[in-house]
């Protein structure tokens, strides 16, 4: 593989050498599975042209160009591409991957369904192996980046997380019960020239059966389906065999057993919206359990239509004979359940070994700045504090208003004429991260305002009530409540 990865970074196929030949346009197409500017920008017959049409889209490309960017006998010995007489074409998807710390890599998955030009798209087998996407995006960007001694990538796939888990472990596990999965794994792993993955077949944690992690990620196949039911899964890379949102479930409850004294756990999660039972309490049940400090945050839930026609135009099957009738089934699997809406989120545990564990469900829906996976231990470490801090203690404590944090403050007029001003509405905004927002009154702003990380909590909330005609006492008590809120949420921090 180490011949076929650097003829792969000699003809310039990489991150930056493919932007350069497609273009913001045509790049920004091919990531909506349009394929025609693409093929416009790359008939010029250079090696990176060549490599761009071969594997990114999917085209049948002459013996000889290929020859000028590619040894074609390894290539085909490797499993990379098949030759029929003079024509050659891509048997799997080979694609320049990397992070914003400037790895380049070479992602190995299955030939994509879904490209939209004529003569191209190939039918999703069962144990398809998905390239890169939104799901592992999301997740990529949403893991803790510190270093660790060891982490475990449960549903590798083709080994994009392991990728990202090489540049900050020392030893990176990765686990699939799809064979194929692995072997593409082991590819993307000797094309990347990355230090070698820890590659095990099995179920969840099958694999590592006794073993313990500092670090565990997981984008399961989490895809709630009939399929589950009536096949045990129909394709593997989204279909776990299990019932309902029940992979999700076995996967968070089970975590801890795996995870080091002060280990992470990082899930990618579907769960249903029962009729008559809130999510947050369906969801609370996989994690009351685990002994972990737990943060649960639902991004979006679709309701069944929307899901049932995500999730066929993943596979391939929108516009197929079969596809009112699997749509009808899908739909009547998720009435038949009353389900009314189907949530989409991540799961965050940490095994701080804490007497009462933290436990947080709550939906974030608005925009948020990525990558988000440094904010993330911070907002475990504000809670710890607030958990180990009373009341009375956290008067004598010193906060200060975190640096992204901006007051708004939007005026009307006071009367017609326009020539007086009264304040309509006044919020604190997060300008990065997770990007909060919150209406506060005259008197918090004032107490938020005063937070210099030089004097203590009581002595603000003193001077504050005396301003405003306010008991310090009664304004002491009153407060804090909305001051632990503050800090929860990230607006204030405390100082050491």
């Known amino acids: 593989m180490e011949k076929l990865r650097e003829a792969l970074i000699k003809a310039d196929y990489t991150v930056d050498g493919v932007l350069e030949v ?35 889209l999917q085209q049948p490309v002459d013996r000889k160009a290929v020859e000028a960017a590619l040894p074609v006998e390894e290539s085909v ?8 007489g003079e024509q050659v074409r891509a048997a799997i998807d080979i694609r320049p991957y990397g992070d914003d710390d400037g790895h380049d890599w070479y992602l190995v998955s299955d030939l994509s369904g879904g490209l939209h030009a004529q003569g191209q798209g190939h039918p999703v087998r069962e144990d398809h192996v998905l390239g890169v996407g939104g799901a592992s995006t999301t997740l990529a960007q949403l893991t803790i980046r510190d270093r660790f001694g060891s982490a475990l990538d449960v549903g590798t796939g083709g080994g994009v997380q392991a990728l990202h888990l090489s540049t900050h472990v020392d030893r990176v596990v990765g686990s699939d019960r799809n064979p194929r999965a692995l072997k593409l794994a082991r590819m993307t792993q000797q094309l990347s020239g990355v230090a070698l993955f820890d590659l095990r077949e099995g179920s969840l944690f099958e694999p590592v059966e006794g073993e313990r992690f500092d670090l565990i990620v997981s984008n399961p196949p989490f895809v709630i389906s009939p399929d589950n039911v009536a096949q045990g899964g129909r394709f593997v890379y989204r279909d776990s065999g299990l019932p309902a949102d029940e992979v999700c479930r076995q996967l968070v409850a089970d ?7 002060d280990g992470w756990c990082q899930v990618l999660a579907n769960w249903l919206h029962v009729d008559g039972v809130d999510w947050r309490e369906r969801v609370a049940g996989w994690v009351r359990d685990t002994g972990c400090d737990a943060w649960v945050v639902q991004r979006e839930a679709q309701d069944p239509a929307e899901y049932v026609e995500l999730w066929l135009r993943d596979s391939g099957e929108y516009g197929t004979p079969d596809y009112p009738q699997r749509y009808d089934a899908w739909l009547d699997y998720f009435e038949q359940n009353k389900v009314s809406a189907i949530g989409f989120g991540w799961i965050t545990l940490h095994n701080a070994g804490a007497d009462s564990p933290l436990m947080r469900l709550e939906e974030i829906s608005h925009p948020v700045e990525q990558p988000l996976g440094p904010h993330i231990p911070s907002w475990f470490a504000r809670h710890d504090f607030l958990r180990g801090t009373d009341d009375e203690a956290l008067m004598h404590r010193k906060l200060a208003v975190a640096p992204d ?18 304040s309509d509405s006044s919020r604190l905004s997060q300008q990065e991260g997770f990007m909060r927002s919150a209406d506060i009154d005259p008197v ?10 030089e004097t203590p909590l009581g002595e603000i909330l003193d001077a504050v009530g005396e301003r405003y005609g306010i008991d310090g006492r009664s304004l002491r008590t009153g407060a804090v409540e909305a001051i632990r809120g503050l800090v929860e949420d990230g607006y204030l921090f405390p100082v050491a």
């Open 405 to 422: 944090v901006r007051w708004e403050q939007v005026a009307r007029p006071t009367y017609e004429g326009g020539s007086g001003w009264g």
């Open 444 to 453: 918090g702003a004032a107490v938020v305002g005063a937070s210099d990380g």
């Open 77 to 84: 010995a490797a499993g990379l591409v098949t030759v029929d």
């Open 255 to 261: 975590a801890h057993r795996h995870l080091a004294e």
């Open 22 to 56: 497609l273009g913001p346009l045509a790049y920004a197409a091919l990531a909506r599975s349009e394929s025609v500017p693409a093929l416009r920008a790359t008939g010029g017959g250079s090696p990176v042209e060549t490599l761009i049409r071969l594997f990114l």
